[in-house]
């Protein structure tokens, strides 16, 4: 349903796209910079930052799609879907955000990690249902929908299995630039979508 998406939606897709492909653009630096990096005050003070900057981008693009009730977002009228992605937006960047403040793990209590974690998990699985209504509904065309399916799906995917489990030794290394590497390939794949998406409807509202 291409002719259906609202133009201002549409202008907020371009929007949030390019701000997902940021995403990707800082994500793909902290991969450059895990490579390059040689001293412990990189990994404790720059990747966290770089982090919490990637993760606060994706949460303003979410934030800035889920809309409002005078102008609904990519999940339409469903409230559910629209507070999905507001919790996504909140809880992704939680962790982060208290990883790049508190840098240093001895700092943070496990009892913060563990509620840390829980609210990361519960922003995932609003995320994925909030993707799924956006499937259902079909404000935007399909292409969108799904590409922000397939990046919850993944983000999960990041979650469950490409921590660093420092028990495999060499191993959790690969793991960790397993995940890194998905995550500049599931944003960038969303900001492509988004963008055509949105730059294929913006200029019909142009017009109009």
Request: charged letters at 10%; hydrophobic letters at 65%.
């Amino acid at each position: 349903m291409t002719d259906a998406t609202p133009p201002a939606l549409s202008t907020r897709l371009v929007v949030a796209g390019s701000l997902f492909g940021g995403a990707a653009l800082l994500f793909l630096l902290r991969l450059v910079v895990v490579a390059a990096a040689s001293s412990a005050f990189v990994f404790v003070t720059v990747l966290p930052v770089l982090l919490f900057a990637a993760a606060l981008v994706v949460s303003v693009s979410l934030w800035l799609v889920s809309g409002s009730r005078s102008q609904p977002g990519i999940a339409g009228p469903s409230r559910p879907g629209r507070l999905g992605l507001r919790i996504a937006a909140v809880a992704l960047v939680v962790v982060p955000a208290l990883t790049a403040v508190l840098p240093a793990r001895s700092l943070i209590g496990w009892q913060v990690a563990v509620l840390s974690s829980a609210v990361e998990f519960i922003g995932l699985v609003a995320l994925v249902l909030a993707a799924v209504v956006v499937v259902r509904v079909r404000v935007v065309p399909a292409l969108a929908g799904w590409s922000l399916l397939v990046w919850a799906a993944l983000a999960v995917v990041r979650q469950l299995f490409f921590t660093s489990p420092v028990w495999l030794g060499e191993a959790s290394v690969l793991i960790a630039w397993g995940g890194q590497i998905l995550a500049v390939l599931s944003a960038a794949f969303v900001a492509v979508a988004w963008l055509l998406v949105g730059l294929r409807r913006a200029p019909e509202a142009r017009v109009g």
